[in-house]
């Protein structure tokens, strides 16, 4: 089981991993309800469908692709700054939509993207040379 692991020393190859595995498993649920969804745009008004969670279902999907990848390459410099744009894109539309368009609130559904998305930024702009070389 071990094997399967990213093999590259530090925790930044296993947090990529970990939170690629919770967003392979958010796609899914964002696949067969709204409910999550729904969660993170909270706003009155927000309107939430079966495709806009299908959608955004995608694009996690996505991201969780990148960051999979990431997590097994992570001294490949045009790899590492992918992921790092991947979480960009993530923050940005978090907290664009919380600050600027008022269609997500503050409250468990968005706290977790924005600490995510947050923390993995900061960890991966601080551990560059660690993992560049």
């Known amino acids: 089981m071990a ?42 008004g927000t309107q939430i469908t079966a495709f806009s969670s299908r959608l955004f279902g995608t694009w996690t999907l996505l991201s969780a692709a990148i960051r999979l990848y990431a997590a097994y390459n992570i001294s490949n410099p045009q790899v590492y700054e992918i992921a790092i ?21 503050w409250g468990r559904g968005l706290a977790g993207p924005v600490l995510i998305s947050t923390g993995s930024l900061v960890w991966m702009f601080s551990q560059w040379g660690f993992y560049v070389q």
């Open 3 to 44: 094997s399967l692991l990213p093999q590259h020393e530090g925790w930044l190859p296993s947090w990529l991993l970990l939170v690629s595995a919770i967003s392979i498993g958010n796609s899914i649920q964002a696949y067969l309800t709204t409910k999550n969804t729904r969660e993170v745009y909270l706003r009155s």
């Open 85 to 105: 744009i991947a979480y960009g894109v993530a923050w940005i539309h978090f907290m664009s939509e919380w600050l600027i368009f008022g269609t997500a609130a």
